[in-house]
């Protein structure tokens, strides 16, 4: 009689414990401590298992918004949209993460690129000059705390990027990415410029050297 009550009050709790862990609904912890996860719809980016099913992350693409962070993240679940990154750093640095780094986010308009990469969009615009400090550091220290992670190169390459991206390694603009069909063209397929010439790169990374130095982790590759 014991033995039969201990089983009726142990199976239902494995029974709810199990549902618990496969609920898609409830919210996972960011791969980002920092972030805030607020996720994008499913049909706008890629399920995968990189860096264990042999996919390396070897590049972060940055891109600015054309707008705030609202309208990114808005965007990222509207079913029109076909498109979405990983992060968004808004103007008073708050970071979201609406993408799983272990994903393929749909951002840089050349599909080996989405598969290597890791994409962050800033809240502001191209052509104004509206990027914050806030956004900055928060930015930098999320991009050094992804170059230890995944032993990405420390380090922004000039001009474009290899047509194959496992031939290199670092932090670059949407701008840098080749078109998938002309690899002498950059801003991936639609030619996009972003973050455009308002975006302070020598500033940014020394800031992302500052956080690099000064935080724990593994070594990148030296290129």
Do not use: C
């Not at 029109?80 to 993408?99: C, E, F």
């Not at 670092?170 to 397929?189: A, E």
């Amino acid at each position: 009689m014991r033995r039969s009550f201990l089983l009726l009050t142990i199976i239902p709790i494995l029974l709810i414990i199990d549902i618990l862990m496969h609920d898609s609904t409830m919210p996972p912890t960011p791969d980002y401590p920092e972030a805030q996860w607020d996720p994008a719809l499913n049909s706008n980016f890629s399920e995968s298992d990189r860096e264990a099913n042999g996919l390396k992350i070897r590049w972060i693409i940055i891109h600015d918004i054309e707008g705030d962070a609202q309208a990114a993240i808005n965007w990222f679940k509207d079913s029109r949209a076909k498109a979405s990154s990983h992060y968004i750093i808004a103007y008073d640095g708050k970071v979201y993460q609406m993408v799983g780094e272990k994903d393929i986010a749909w951002h840089a308009g050349n599909w080996a690129y989405n598969e290597h990469s890791i994409g962050i969009e800033h809240a502001g615009y191209a052509d104004q000059k509206l990027f914050t400090e806030e956004e900055y550091k928060a930015s930098a220290r999320l991009g050094a705390h992804l170059l230890k992670k995944y032993n990405i190169s420390l380090s922004h390459p000039d001009g474009l990027t290899p047509a194959d991206p496992m031939q290199g390694s670092g932090i670059i603009g949407h701008y840098q990415v080749p078109d998938p069909s002309d690899p002498s063209v950059g801003g991936g397929k639609s030619h996009h410029y972003d973050p455009g010439e308002n975006w302070d790169w020598t500033h940014y990374m020394e800031l992302v050297k500052y956080y690099y130095e000064n935080s724990s982790g593994n070594q990148s590759r030296s290129g």
